[in-house]
Nanobody
Framework: QVVLVESGGGLVQAGGSLRLSCAASGRTFSSLAMGWFRQAPGKERMSVAAITRSGSTTYYTESVKGRFTISRDNAKNTVYLQMNSLKPEDTAVYSC?????????????????WGKGTLVTVSS
């Protein structure tokens, strides 16, 4: 059983920055492909960013490219999402995700474990 705990959400003005963290436990962290998903009010959960086990490959949804950066520290069992130039449309609950089989966690079906989520609110 993998437990994922997010932190770092909050209220920020448009143009500001936040860094989300997700601490994992219960399994060797380097065996997990990690990702961040978000769900805005009234919308479906969608992939935002993902990273492979070694950290050598990353994925970003088009709307966050150039603004968000995903990274991981396998020694600290933690994955991060640095979010810059935030926009009101980035407002959502952001959830950490872990995949045990897939090379990269970019689809709902590839995810085996979910965090509870952290709310990010961007004011205009």
């Amino acid at each position: 059983q993998v437990v994922l705990v997010e932190s770092g959400g909050g209220l920020v003005q448009a143009g500001g920055s936040l860094r989300l963290s997700c601490a994992a436990s219960g399994r060797t962290f380097s065996s997990l492909a990690m990702g961040w998903f978000r769900q805005a009010p009234g919308k479906e959960r969608m992939s935002v960013a993902a990273i492979t086990r070694s950290g050598s490959t990353t994925y970003y949804t088009e709307s966050v490219k150039g603004r968000f950066t995903i990274s991981r520290d396998n020694a600290k069992n933690t994955v991060y999402l640095q979010m810059n130039s935030l926009k009101p449309e980035d407002t959502a609950v952001y959830s950490c995700a872990a995949a045990t089989s897939s090379a990269i966690a970019t689809t709902l079906g590839s995810v085996d474990y979910w965090g509870k989520g952290t709310l990010v609110t961007v004011s205009s």
